[in-house]
């Protein structure tokens, strides 16, 4: 019993605040709250804020010292966290949502590639989803044309006549809920669209005519799409045959694709052919000689640099040669001093094809001066297709040389600067 003269108070000093029961009791009342049916977006803005605040008064309270056991810190924020998800539940429908979903299903529909009859179904769909939006905001939305561009502008229109309508949550709850459930129906339809993914390898081929030119009498070969590269191959059209390489994925395929291009040489396919020559890959390289066209430089020249594979270094020489610029030219008479003989040797002849009379002064040392028969040879043969007065004259006195083709190509020098002096 106090005597009067004890200070302790009867009560505990914790403030009322953050109290946990009266925290509890706080998160009580929004809980209640909320399940008020007519519960407004403003109602739900004053509850946010209430909770926000209740959050607050939890993150002052002790943790718990026992890790078994959740504390009443852990067991409140829980329930905050609770309230919080609920209350985000409770809120819209938004037409802003309709509005973004309606955004993403017109970039969806840009973005697609269908077939024929799929883009006619999309187009469908979306003239579906104008008139329901137009009926349930009695409005008028113009039907989308011919094209997948007309239906795009179509939900661009949709997209302006629910924003101008000024849907309220509360106020427009049931008109907000049809557009939302319009705008599902429009995605389902869509995804019900044929796209152009949606068929087999075979089925994308045939729906692009690529077996159009096959007939029993030409239908020679295993699989059917070899044929059809050969048939394409032998009428040089290079089209059926890119196609295949992009669709038809075997290294069967692959291979022989690219030796038809290889032996056609079409312009058309220089893209591809540099796209994976830039992977270092032989045939592509091969090909882009073929082509001939002088932007492979930037790609091939690169790849003889240095003494790493020879292959590939006497692949690209060989394709700088056939492409002739004479903006290779340095880079290639460069390589007559690599480590291996078949480089040099590549490289000497790449220089003939390229004929670039700068190339004469180089050729001319490796002629006098590599210890291989082979690469003497092969800058002697450069020399003679250079043809000019000088490097003719360079190659005449190895007429008696060691190796046989060394004399070979002296004696078509000597044959050659006859028939061009005057009788």
């Not at 008139?131 to 039907?143: F, K, N, P, R, S």
């Not at 790849?303 to 692949?315: A, M, N, R, S």
């Not at 000019?388 to 004259?393: G, P, S």
Request: contains cysteine; aromatic residues 4%; glycine residues 4%.
């Amino acid at each position: 019993m106090s005597n009067g003269d004890d200070d302790t108070p009867d009560t505990d000093d914790t403030p009322a605040d953050t109290d946990p029961s009266a925290v509890s009791d706080r998160l009580d009342s929004i809980e209640t709250a909320l399940s008020d049916d007519e519960v407004t977006e403003s109602d739900l803005d004053d509850l946010e804020a209430e909770l926000e605040s209740a959050t607050e008064a939890i993150e002052t309270l002790p943790e718990s010292d026992d890790d078994d056991e959740p504390s009443e810190r852990e067991q409140l924020s829980d329930r905050a966290d609770e309230l919080a998800a609920a209350i985000d539940d409770e809120r819209g429908p938004y037409a802003e949502d309709v509005s973004e979903r309606c955004d993403e299903l017109a970039s969806r529909l840009a973005d697609t590639r269908w077939t024929d009859v799929g883009e006619q179904d999309a187009i469908d769909a979306v003239g579906t989803y104008a008139g329901a939006v137009a009926g349930l905001l009695e409005t008028t939305i113009d039907e989308p044309g011919d094209s997948i561009e007309d239906a795009v502008s179509t939900l661009e229109s949709v997209r302006g006549a629910i924003d101008d309508s000024e849907l309220h949550p509360d106020s427009d709850t049931e008109t907000i809920t049809a557009l939302g459930d319009a705008t599902d129906d429009l995605a389902a339809d869509l995804d019900d669209a044929q796209e152009w993914s949606d068929l087999t390898v075979h089925e994308q081929l045939d729906y692009q005519g690529f077996y159009d030119v096959l007939t029993p009498k030409n239908r020679k070969d295993y699989p059917p799409e070899l044929s059809v590269v050969r048939i394409a191959e032998s009428n040089n059209n290079p089209e059926p045959v890119l196609l295949a390489l992009e669709k038809l994925t075997s290294e069967f395929m692959q291979e022989n694709c690219l030796d038809a291009l290889i032996r056609m040489g079409p312009q058309k396919a220089f893209e591809e052919m540099n796209e994976r020559a830039q992977k270092r890959k032989q045939k592509p390289i091969e090909a882009l000689g073929k082509i001939g066209d002088a932007r492979a430089l930037e790609t091939l020249i690169p790849f003889i640099d240095g003494d790493g594979d020879p292959v590939l270094q006497q692949t690209t020489l060989k394709a700088l040669g056939e492409i002739g610029d004479t903006d290779a030219t340095q880079a290639v008479a460069n390589r007559l001093v690599a480590d291996e003989p078949s480089v040099r040797s590549s490289a000497a002849k790449a220089l003939g094809r390229i004929g670039d009379t700068r190339a004469i002064a180089p050729l001319s040392e490796c002629l006098g001066s590599d210890d291989e028969d082979s690469v003497r040879a092969s800058a002697a043969w450069a020399l003679n297709q250079i043809g000019t007065k000088a490097a003719l004259d360079a190659i005449q006195s190895y007429d008696d040389d060691q190796s046989y083709l060394v004399q070979v190509e002296a004696e078509r020098a000597t044959q050659a600067f006859a028939d061009t002096e005057p009788v």
